[in-house]
């Protein structure tokens, strides 16, 4: 167990959607990532948060969107849902900002019908 | 631009055999951090080892041991004695020293370890 808990577990949405993936680091864990794992782009890192503000962000698109909160949780919006953002949505966090290794939650599988 | 190759898309062994997991990277930085994590059939991606572009020593970690060369850029993974409960997908990554903790993962070697 990473210590790294994401919610849900699955999600099954339909196309123009908005959903919530919900996001809590590990205890003492200041950084939070957000990846997306799907079977044409491997996995890919969207983006990262330290200490609440965005310090990274990677190939994510304009209808992503993510926050990180005082109490260091963290979610990740995603809106008018299309069928290609099917994928696997993990969550990462460490203790430092730079390379430090990621320990990542169990992820939350999204599927758009 | 970083990137970070794994040839091998998948390879399957018999239980006791040693197998070799390859990873070649690309990236401009002198300083940078390479690397490896296990993906079992579960699911979540578990951390196996993190080495920086200044430490070239092998590392051996029970059954585990990882040997990075710098001159061919290279940092490939080894696993003693394979057991069923390694089969799982291994990914390599890299991070380069500037960008954060962006991870640049490979595109992972699927191994099969049958009994």
């Known amino acids: 167990d990473s210590g790294v808990t994401q919610t849900p577990k699955h999600l099954i949405t339909a196309t123009g959607q908005r959903v919530t993936l919900r996001c809590s680091p590990r205890?003492?864990?200041?950084?939070v990532y957000w990846y997306q794992q799907s079977l044409d782009q491997g996995l890919q890192f969207l983006i990262q948060y330290y200490n609440g503000e965005e310090r990274a962000k990677g190939n994510i698109l304009e209808r992503f969107s993510a926050q990180q909160f005082p109490d260091l949780h963290s979610e990740l919006n995603l809106s008018s849902l299309e069928l290609g953002d099917s994928a696997l949505y993990f969550c990462?966090?460490?203790?430092?900002?730079?390379?430090?290794?990621?320990?990542f939650g169990n992820g939350t599988r999204l599927t758009v019908t | 631009a970083q990137k970070v190759t794994q040839a091998q898309t998948e390879i399957s062994v018999v239980e006791k055999e040693d197998v070799t997991l390859d990873c070649v990277y690309e990236t401009r930085d002198t300083t940078y951090y390479l690397f490896w994590y296990k993906q079992p059939p579960s699911g979540e991606l578990v951390f196996l080892i993190r080495r920086n572009s200044f430490d070239e020593q092998n590392e051996i970690s029970g059954r585990y041991s990882w040997n990075f060369q710098k001159s061919t850029s290279s940092f490939n993974f080894t696993i003693t004695a394979s057991q069923v409960v390694d089969s799982a997908v291994y990914f390599c990554?890299?991070?380069?020293?500037?960008?954060?903790?962006?991870?640049?993962f490979g595109g992972g070697t699927r191994v099969l370890v049958k009994p």
């Open positions: 990462a966090s460490s203790v430092g900002e730079y390379n430090s290794p990621l320990h």
């Open positions: 205890s003492g864990d200041l950084s």
């Open positions: 990554a890299l991070s380069e020293g500037a960008a954060g903790n962006k991870l640049t």
